[in-house]
């Protein structure tokens, strides 16, 4: 058996014999690269084939071995480990280090990892003065985006991307500035002090203490509720070849600094069909309201009058495993939240859906988007926040993503192709005749 597709080419009667390329194993799928489409050609005139694929319905745009997805099955691994082990037996700082470095951290490598984090969470004064240059009413999201993007100016060196002792430098400032960032949003838009980082504290307990400190000498988180905030950060860190993270390599492959890099990923994450869905959901199930109008609910979304927030993936053809840890954790945050009303308006609403031919015969699921909400809000989150409480782990994600692109040399700058379905040569017509 040999590794080759043969395509025979029906206009002109030729043969061609093209590799296949497999990744780790034969079971994740095999492809074959589109530039060997290029020799199939009509004529000598002919440019060569291309392969047409909107939105990469079915297209590879690199090899990667940070996350691995079977979307048949519902199953979810980073780096080879399953997302419910380590949602249950890991934590975010770990699971951060694991994505980015490929392994886990022996004891020495997580204190090292931990102190650079925790000494880069501060942000220059002029930063701040930058956010109060926001509207009061300014989302988050928008923030966040601009001043990621704005550090940029702050770091001169982040341009040198091939250099992998400033890319490391950049990646501790990153992940360690993004929950300083998205917490001074917050503080913005609720006309309240920004909150200095509390380096004693973790990773998702500090980010609580910058959101939530008010006139205490000292922030305690609540253990339960910073653990639940740990999970959804570990939950949310990566998913192989998502919007963002495309974005993400698509940006970085003309290698500007990874700030600039990061914000266009975080706006790609801000839309309502990706990061923004979270904050759908809660807005569709207080439209609901409640559960009797649920059926009506599903009705109207079956006519295609809207899509069901939170459902449906373009991967998971079976339940998010996400969200199956979201629904089960649920309960516990509600112990010390007190329950949020919204949650049976979320079960009914599965429970109908998941019965529904529509639904069924589409292979529609809940996704990750749809319990994070309801969590978050319950925390004490506005929903403004939700899309932010998303770019705050994945930029753990983007940043794996990025220099497993930088250090592969088949990557050359993203520049799809096109079928070009428009005129051909016309003659200009001078405005007077027109
Ligand atoms: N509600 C109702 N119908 C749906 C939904 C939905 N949420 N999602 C897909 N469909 C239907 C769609 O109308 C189409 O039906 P038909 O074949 O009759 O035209 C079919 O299912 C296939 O949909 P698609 O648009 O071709 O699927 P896609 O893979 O391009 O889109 C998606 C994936 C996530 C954008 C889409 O399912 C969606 O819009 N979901 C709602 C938004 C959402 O929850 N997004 C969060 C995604 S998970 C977290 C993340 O990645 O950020």
Partial sequence: MEDTLTITDNRTGKTYDIPIMYGTYKKYGAAIRATDLRQIKFDNE????????????????CKSAVTFIDGERGILHYRGYQIDELARKSNFMEVAYLTLHGELPTKAQMEEWTHNITHHTMVHEHMKKFMDGFHHDAHPMGILVSTVAALSTFYPDAKNVRDPETRKQEIYRLVAKMPTISAYAYRHSMGLPYVHPDNELSYAGNFLNMLFKMAEPRYEPNEILEHALDVLFILHVDHEQNCSANTMRSVGSSLPDPYVAVASAAAALYGPLHGGANERVLRMLREIGSIEKVPDYVKRAKAGEFRLMGFGHRVYKNYDPRARILREMAPKVFEVTGKNPLLDIAIELERIALEDDYFVERKLYPNVDFYSGIIYQAMGFPVDMFPVL??????????????????????????????FNGYDIRDYIPVAKR
Avoid: H, K
Avoid at 48 to 59: A, E, K, Q, R
Avoid at 399 to 419: G, K, T
């Fill in 46 to 61: 002919d440019f060569g084939m291309l392969s047409y694929d909107p939105g990469f319905g079915n297209t590879a745009s």
């Fill in 390 to 419: 998303f770019a705050i782990p994945r930029t753990v994600g983007w940043l794996a993503q990025w220099q497993e692109m930088l250090d592969d040399s088949d990557q050359r700058i993203a520049r799809p192709r096109q079928v």
